[in-house]
């Protein structure tokens, strides 16, 4: 069993910076891809960013690409969000997801998700 707990989240200004991240405790965390997803009110949850278990490859979401990065640190059993140029229309509750599969993850359909923590971009 894998427990995630999502942390970084807050209130910022449009063009501001935060980092999420997502600490798992459990099983191995190693061996697991992990995905970032944010669902906006009244709005269905969106695929953000992945990461490998390696960290080697990464996928993001067009919108995000050259402002987000994802990383992680596999001996802190963390993955990171670091959100750059933060838009309004981004404020939203931030998920991670993670499974032994990375398509999985990036799908959506990873076996383990967090609770989420807000993001709130004003204008």
């Known amino acids: 069993q894998v427990q995630l707990v999502e942390s970084g989240g807050g209130l910022v200004q449009a063009g501001g910076s935060l980092r999420l991240s997502c600490t798992a405790s459990?099983?191995?965390?190693?061996?697991?891809?992990v995905g970032w997803f944010r669902q906006a009110p009244g709005k269905e949850r969106e695929f953000v960013a992945a990461?490998?278990?390696?960290?080697?490859?990464?996928y993001y979401a067009d919108s995000v690409k050259g402002r987000f990065t994802i990383s992680r640190d596999n001996a802190k059993n963390t993955v990171y969000l670091q959100m750059n140029s933060l838009k309004p229309e981004e404020t939203a509750v931030y998920y991670c997801?993670?499974?032994?599969?990375?398509?999985?993850?990036?799908?959506?359909?990873?076996?383990?998700w967090g609770q989420g923590t807000q993001v709130t971009v004003s204008s």
């Open positions: 459990g099983r191995t965390f190693r061996n697991l891809a």
């Open positions: 990461i490998t278990w390696s960290g080697v490859d990464t």
């Open positions: 997801n993670a499974d032994l599969r990375t398509s999985a993850v990036v799908a959506g359909r990873g076996d383990y």
